[in-house]
């Protein structure tokens, strides 16, 4: 029994890697069209609002969570939200097994711990049903979030890309897809109008974070000093994995066989943190040693102003260079 609990725990140990591997591994080498996003010291972003968008419980902490925190820290008031409910759970050997309620529990409280740690103001649950996303209604969807966008005033979004390759997962695209038309919809006086009855105010996104399993990466962002803030995020999805406590559980198991890994520590959080450094931020690390920073995320990065816009904010800043008092 033991040894077979033993084997289990590094089977899942295998498999929580090969799962953040399989979720985090943009497949484009780097190229001299990639923007390198630095760290800021300052808040230049002050008074901006951020709203990040996922899922699932586990899609900001495993593809976006250090450049969440980044944007919060440089002065962007950040707000989370999850459309599914996670019913699911996820692949098996990861996170902690349960019913379909207690799936729904579980992430329901890691989620309210995923916003904690990145420093989010808030954060919405949408409550869709777990891979059943495929037939919402995409209008339905596009509506919720134009609400929620004119709620908060919402400048920049975080969130799949829709137009990222080998997605499998219905809830990633059918997001991305509302996500994207909403951003623009949002902006306009006759969409959804009854909405500034209620006293809301029309808000375009400007720009677009787009994360994927292979995006067009056009942006990579330097996450060395919010390395922690991810780690806790991935940390903090217990029901779901790959992280959480799967570091404490494996010290545990290899203390009943009277063996230890120096990796984990001498207690529980100090193993679980390290588990996830050394297991699921190898392809955050080998990113940010290709553009010379500790730790990094990728992004398909949509600037102000890019086609489809209603106001290009570049001609305001032209108009300012430019105009010339009249004759
Ligand atoms: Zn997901």
Redesign the pocket.
Known sequence: MLRRNFCSTLLAAGAASRMARSQITPQQPPSAGVFLELSNPGRPHQGKVLLAV???S??IPLMAAGTVAKLIEEGYTGYLVRASNDDMGDAPGLGTIGTIGEHVLGNQRDTDEVSRVLGCKSHFDLNYNNHRMGDVSLNELIGRFIFLIRLVQADTVVCWDPWGHDEE?P??YTVAKAVEAAGWMAGRAHDFAEHFAAGLKPKSIQDKYYFARRPEITRVVDISRQVDKRVDAIRANVAKGPGGHSGSRLRAELAKRNQRLPLLGDDDITADRNYIKEFDLTHSRELGKQYGVEFAEAFHYIPAGAAGADFDPRIDAYVKQHAVPAK
């Open positions: 996922q899922a699932h586990d899609d997962n809830d990633h």
